[in-house]
């Protein structure tokens, strides 16, 4: 355990490790006046932003290999099938660590659509008018490791 009462205390901007394990010995010794509150602040802010951004990148991943599956199922590969599966778990362990995201996967999936449906598009070079419009899948179905168009 580090020992930062006599040491100079390093800057964030010098050693990020260093300047986190520095913060948590604060911590622990229930030393609060010596926390960098603002740089502690927005890190803890980009710790959940982080998080919604892989789940989004999941989400979309997930969608446009349920649309190639569904939409080119001549073209249906085990490694489409893998994918689909790994996203799937994948989001199941972000929503385990943080199960308040769970109530926001209808907007999610909403706001990720038009993402998804692009990435198919230029996938299987199928114009984005084969596609529907709005998501055709339930967050239900995305989440259940046996449905797949």
Same mark, same amino acid.
């Given at each position: !355990?580090?020992? +930062?009462? *006599?040491?100079?205390? /390093? #800057?964030?901007?010098?050693? +990020?490790i260093? $300047?986190?394990?520095?913060?948590?010995? +604060?911590? =622990?010794?229930?030393?609060?006046?010596?926390?960098?509150?603002?740089?502690?602040?927005?890190?803890?802010?980009? !710790? #959940? *932003?982080?998080?919604?951004?892989?789940? *989004? %990148?999941?989400?979309?991943?997930?969608? #446009? %290999?349920?649309?190639?599956?569904?939409?080119? /199922?001549? %073209?249906? @590969? %085990?490694? $489409?099938? *893998? @994918?689909?599966?790994? &996203?799937? &778990? &994948?989001?199941?362990?972000?929503?385990?660590?943080?199960?308040?995201l =769970?109530? @926001?996967?209808?907007?999610?999936?909403?706001?990720?659509?038009?993402?998804?449906? =692009? &990435?198919?598009?230029?996938? @299987?070079?199928? /114009? #984005?008018?084969?596609?529907?419009?709005?998501?055709?899948?339930?967050?239900?179905?995305?989440?259940?490791?046996?449905?797949l168009?």
């Amino acid at each position: !355990m580090l020992d +930062f009462k *006599n040491d100079a205390v /390093p #800057a964030y901007e010098d050693d +990020f490790i260093l $300047w986190l394990e520095s913060q948590a010995a +604060f911590l =622990r010794a229930g030393r609060l006046e010596s926390l960098d509150r603002e740089n502690l602040v927005d890190e803890l802010a980009s !710790m #959940a *932003n982080r998080d919604r951004r892989k789940l *989004n %990148h999941r989400l979309e991943v997930l969608i #446009a %290999h349920l649309l190639k599956c569904q939409f080119q /199922p001549d %073209h249906k @590969t %085990h490694s $489409w099938e *893998n @994918t689909v599966y790994e &996203q799937r &778990q &994948q989001i199941r362990l972000i929503i385990d660590d943080s199960p308040s995201l =769970r109530s @926001t996967l209808p907007e999610k999936l909403d706001a990720r659509y038009p993402h998804a449906l =692009r &990435q198919a598009a230029r996938e @299987t070079r199928l /114009p #984005a008018s084969h596609f529907p419009s709005g998501p055709p899948y339930s967050v239900e179905q995305l989440l259940d490791e046996d449905f797949l168009p």
